[in-house]
């Protein structure tokens, strides 16, 4: 209901973007996982193919719901690009350290940096696949 409020206010090429950036990101996200765990493995096995599928899945699901929220904040507080590259940046990482810390039962100081790698970069691509995408137009 609040996206079919948001469309009727001009926002409707913003969420147009909210599946191709998703399916972007969690692209992104999935290849840079399973690359980061045949690193650290030291090994390239069809174990990979599953680690980037399921990697993919959550990725998707994850950007889907987290992108809906982050593009109705930037149309809802008609946020800039600079403003919204900062709430995208900030929202990601925090997002990604919350899932981190709850899947895996851990604490703050046991996040790796590691999760940086892929979150940053996946922070920007969703940016600029949707925010930046519009802006352009």
Known sequence: MLLKFLAGRGS??????????????????????????????????????????????????????????????TQVFGLGLAASLAVFLVAIQALTIGLEMYVFESGLD????RYSLISVPSALLAWYLSVYACHKK
């Open 12 to 73: 409707s090429s913003l969420f147009a973007r909210l599946f191709p950036a998703a399916l972007g990101t969690a692209a992104f996200a999935a290849i840079a996982h399973a690359a980061l765990v045949a690193v650290a493995a030291r090994a390239i096995g069809v174990e990979l193919i599953y680690i980037a599928a399921i990697s993919f899945v959550v990725a998707w699901v994850v950007a889907v719901i987290g992108g809906a929220v982050l593009l109705s904040v």
């Open 110 to 113: 046991a996040v790796s940096w």
